[in-house]
Structures are given as structure tokens and as C-alpha cells.
């Protein structure tokens, strides 16, 4: 499947709903606890008997996507569900709650999980909670996993609530409204906004090289996700940056020579529509958390986490 800044999709920085213009906290800690309650009994429903209705109502956006085509694969492999599954449990919770106007809110919670990461227990799962109007259900829209020391410290105002970013801040190396078009942009062509590393630069050399396989023909297409409940997030820095979350969309076209097997792996047939003889797409939605520095700092983009799932397969004969 990882402290931030709440961030508004508007670029004037508030949606005003219903009249609603009074700048407020988009949620109380008791109502923040209660959301991550709720969602945590219907996601532990989900996982064990791998039905996608048991959580729809409490996931949204990239994590939805990601949540819900796990879910119908995992169904379609294991119809019983998977009655030996271990819940999953969230402590050591903190909340960093931005005030704004109207509607959508949302909220951080910084959390530990009883699960291992990379044989390691103690990353900080970092889950951003949304919420679309008076009348709607919090429900989980990102997640990613952080080493701890490696989330930012947030800036908080005068009364301990957190600060979020405008879509468009223009005193960040990118604005939010514009990291997922750069990231897709530097996938596809490299550049000099991100930091080198797992998500950026091996990424890209690995994804090169996959185009370059012998009896394989592999294309791909990405795209920014920035509408709805797929819109960037993110919260100030203490040091003048930001934490924020975005999302993208992918696309992976593999056409082999005859006589080749495509081996489509369980997941993949799973979601796998139409007939795969030589040719299949796969469609994956990935949502990334990343510290924007301040422009003034000259530091470039650097990636705390991504998580990407496996949304579609469709097969071209």
C-alpha cells in the first residue's frame, strides 16, 4: 500500500459551497477518529472477504481505484474471500487538521500500522481523508508509506491547525496543480524537477529498458489525475516547502511476436477484458507523496512514497 498540507483543488485557495465562506478546521479530532474508525471496519471487511462493496462507501480517488480493482481481482481468484486474513490495526495517531472554506475538506492522519514494509515495522502510513459535503462520508482518498524520518515537520498556525497549499503556489519548485503533468512529462522525456531516485530516475531507466525487450513491443502512456477526489493535497513545511500528494494514471500497451506468450500474471487476468492472444494493455493509477521545497531553496522535488495498482487489463486480440 505513508505529515502534510492540505491543499485546495481551487486555485484563489477555497471552494465556497451552500454560501459557506467561514474559514474553519475541516474536522474536530474526535471526528478525524471517528472517520479513521469507521473506515478501518469496513477496509478489514474488505480484505477478508475480498468484496468490493464492504468498503466502496469509505474509499475515493487513488486509493479507491487502487482498493477496489484489488478487490475484484482477489475475488475472482479467491471466491471464499480470505478468511485467515490478519486485520489491519493503526496506532501512535496524530492529526493534522488544515482550516479552510466550503467544501471538499480534508485531513492527514499520520499512523503506524502492524504490517511490514520492506521487513521493516516501523514506517508511518500517511493517509489523507476527504470529505465532499455536509451530508457525505469521510472517505479515504491517498495513502503512502514513509520512513519516519523522513516526514517533514508541518507548519501549524497559531491555534495548532495545519496550513494547507494552494493548488497553484508559485513560491514552491512546482505547484501542486502541476506536479503530476511533470511527473508524467519527466517520465516519458526525463528533466531536472525531481530528485533522483526509486520513483524517478530508476523508474525511468527500468520502464527504457522494458521498451527494448527482444520479441516484446511495450508503449507507454501516462497521464496527470488532478480532477474530484484525484486532486492534489498537500500541507506547509516548517522550512517553507510542502508535503503533497498527487496522482497519475498509466498505461502499458505489451505486443509480442508470434510464437510468444504474453504471461499475464493472476492479477492481470483477473481484470482482463476481451481476449489477450498478442496483445494486452494495462492500466495502473499511482498516487505519490513527495516534498516540494520552497523555489528559493533550489532543491528539486523529492519522493517519500508511491503506490500504484493494477486498475484494468484489456486484451487487443
Same mark, same amino acid.
Given at each position: 500500500?505513508?505529515?502534510? &498540507?492540505?491543499?485546495?483543488?481551487?486555485?484563489?485557495?477555497?471552494?465556497?459551497?451552500?454560501?459557506?465562506?467561514?474559514? %474553519?478546521? &475541516?474536522?474536530?479530532?474526535?471526528?478525524? &477518529?471517528?472517520?479513521?474508525?469507521?473506515?478501518?471496519?469496513?477496509?478489514?471487511?474488505?480484505?477478508?472477504?475480498?468484496?468490493?462493496?464492504?468498503?466502496?462507501?469509505?474509499?475515493?480517488g487513488p486509493l479507491g481505484a487502487i482498493n477496489q480493482a484489488g478487490l475484484r481481482s482477489r475475488?475472482?481468484?479467491?471466491?471464499?474471500?480470505? *478468511?485467515?486474513?490478519?486485520?489491519?490495526?493503526?496506532?501512535?495517531?496524530?492529526?493534522?487538521?488544515?482550516?479552510?472554506?466550503?467544501?471538499?475538506?480534508?485531513? %492527514?492522519?499520520?499512523?503506524?500500522?502492524?504490517?511490514?514494509?520492506?521487513?521493516?515495522?516501523?514506517?508511518?502510513?500517511?493517509?489523507?481523508?476527504?470529505?465532499?459535503?455536509?451530508?457525505?462520508?469521510?472517505? /479515504?482518498?491517498?495513502?503512502?508509506?514513509?520512513?519516519?524520518?523522513?516526514?517533514?515537520?508541518?507548519?501549524?498556525?497559531?491555534?495548532?491547525?495545519?496550513?494547507?497549499?494552494?493548488?497553484?503556489?508559485?513560491?514552491?519548485?512546482?505547484? *501542486?496543480?502541476?506536479?503530476?503533468?511533470?511527473?508524467?512529462?519527466? %517520465?516519458?522525456?526525463?528533466?531536472?524537477?525531481?530528485?533522483?531516485?526509486?520513483?524517478?530516475?530508476?523508474?525511468?531507466?527500468?520502464?527504457?529498458?522494458?521498451?527494448k525487450r527482444l520479441g516484446v513491443g511495450v508503449q507507454y502512456l501516462d497521464y496527470p489525475r488532478?480532477?474530484?477526489?484525484?486532486?492534489?493535497?498537500? %500541507?506547509?513545511?516548517?522550512?517553507?516547502?510542502?508535503?503533497?500528494?498527487?496522482?497519475?494514471?498509466?498505461?502499458?500497451?505489451?505486443?509480442?511476436?508470434?510464437?510468444?506468450?504474453?504471461?499475464?500474471?493472476?492479477?492481470?487476468?483477473?481484470?482482463?477484458?476481451?481476449? /489477450?492472444?498478442?496483445?494486452?494493455?494495462?492500466?495502473?493509477?499511482?498516487?505519490?507523496?513527495?516534498?516540494?521545497?520552497?523555489?528559493?531553496?533550489?532543491?528539486?522535488?523529492?519522493?517519500?512514497?508511491?503506490?500504484?495498482?493494477?486498475?484494468?487489463?484489456?486484451?487487443?486480440?
Amino acid at each position: 500500500m505513508a505529515t502534510a &498540507a492540505a491543499l485546495s483543488v481551487a486555485a484563489t485557495g477555497c471552494v465556497t459551497v451552500h454560501g459557506e465562506r467561514e474559514v %474553519l478546521p &475541516a474536522a474536530t479530532k474526535t471526528e478525524a &477518529a471517528k472517520a479513521l474508525k469507521d473506515f478501518l471496519a469496513a477496509y478489514n471487511k474488505a480484505e477478508k472477504t475480498y468484496d468490493p462493496a464492504a468498503d466502496a462507501a469509505r474509499v475515493t480517488g487513488p486509493l479507491g481505484a487502487i482498493n477496489q480493482a484489488g478487490l475484484r481481482s482477489r475475488q475472482a481468484q479467491h471466491p471464499g474471500g480470505n *478468511p485467515g486474513a490478519t486485520p489491519l490495526k493503526l496506532t501512535d495517531v496524530t492529526y493534522a487538521i488544515p482550516k479552510k472554506a466550503g467544501w471538499p475538506r480534508w485531513f %492527514l492522519a499520520d499512523t503506524k500500522a502492524n504490517r511490514k514494509v520492506g521487513g521493516k515495522t516501523d514506517a508511518r502510513w500517511l493517509w489523507i481523508f476527504t470529505k465532499g459535503g455536509p451530508d457525505q462520508l469521510w472517505q /479515504a482518498s491517498y495513502l503512502n508509506l514513509v520512513a519516519p524520518a523522513k516526514v517533514p515537520d508541518l507548519k501549524k498556525d497559531k491555534d495548532g491547525w495545519a496550513v494547507p497549499v494552494e493548488a497553484g503556489a508559485a513560491h514552491l519548485a512546482v505547484a *501542486p496543480k502541476d506536479l503530476g503533468k511533470t511527473y508524467t512529462a519527466f %517520465l516519458k522525456s526525463g528533466g531536472d524537477a525531481f530528485a533522483p531516485g526509486d520513483h524517478t530516475s530508476k523508474w525511468k531507466a527500468a520502464r527504457d529498458r522494458n521498451t527494448k525487450r527482444l520479441g516484446v513491443g511495450v508503449q507507454y502512456l501516462d497521464y496527470p489525475r488532478n480532477g474530484g477526489t484525484f486532486a492534489p493535497v498537500g %500541507l506547509r513545511t516548517k522550512d517553507g516547502g510542502a508535503l503533497v500528494f498527487f496522482a497519475t494514471h498509466h498505461y502499458e500497451k505489451q505486443t509480442v511476436a508470434k510464437g510468444i506468450d504474453l504471461n499475464l500474471d493472476p492479477n492481470a487476468k483477473a481484470l482482463l477484458k476481451g481476449e /489477450a492472444k498478442q496483445s494486452v494493455t494495462l492500466e495502473r493509477v499511482s498516487n505519490q507523496a513527495v516534498v516540494d521545497p520552497a523555489k528559493s531553496s533550489g532543491d528539486k522535488v523529492t519522493f517519500l512514497g508511491r503506490i500504484q495498482g493494477l486498475t484494468g487489463a484489456k486484451g487487443d486480440q
